[in-house]
Nanobody, 120 residues
Framework: QVQLVESGGGLVQTGGSLRLSCAAS????????MGWFRQAPGKEREFVAA????????AYADSVRGRFTVSRDNAKNQVYLQMNSLEPEDTAVYYC?????????????WGQGTQVTVSS
């Protein structure tokens, strides 16, 4: 069993930065691929980024590649999403997830989400 709690969301202007954190509980954290999804109002939840257990394999959605960086610290049971050059289109609820697959094609656990709002 893994429980996920996100933090770090907020309101930022276009071009600004935010760093999301996800604290995981459970002894099996390091076994999972970890990552982030987001859901904007009226849209389906979409994949953002994922990092495998060793941080040797990382995947990004085309829309965020080059602007966002995903990382993890297995010793601290944390996964992070550094978001730079934010755009209004990045406004969404961001969810931390744990599961399997290069792009977290199988998700076993979800966090409750944190709101990110980018003003123009």
């Amino acid at each position: 069993q893994v429980q996920l709690v996100e933090s770090g969301g907020g309101l930022v202007q276009t071009g600004g930065s935010l760093r999301l954190s996800c604290a995981a509980s459970g002894r099996t954290f390091s076994r999972y691929t970890m990552g982030w999804f987001r859901q904007a109002p009226g849209k389906e939840r979409e994949f953002v980024a994922a990092v495998n257990w060793s941080a040797g394999v990382i995947a990004y959605a085309d829309s965020v590649r080059g602007r966002f960086t995903v990382s993890r610290d297995n010793a601290k049971n944390q996964v992070y999403l550094q978001m730079n050059s934010l755009e209004p289109e990045d406004t969404a609820v961001y969810y931390c997830a744990a599961g399997e697959g290069y792009r977290l094609t199988k998700t076993d656990y979800w966090g409750q989400g944190t709101q990110v709002t980018v003003s123009s």
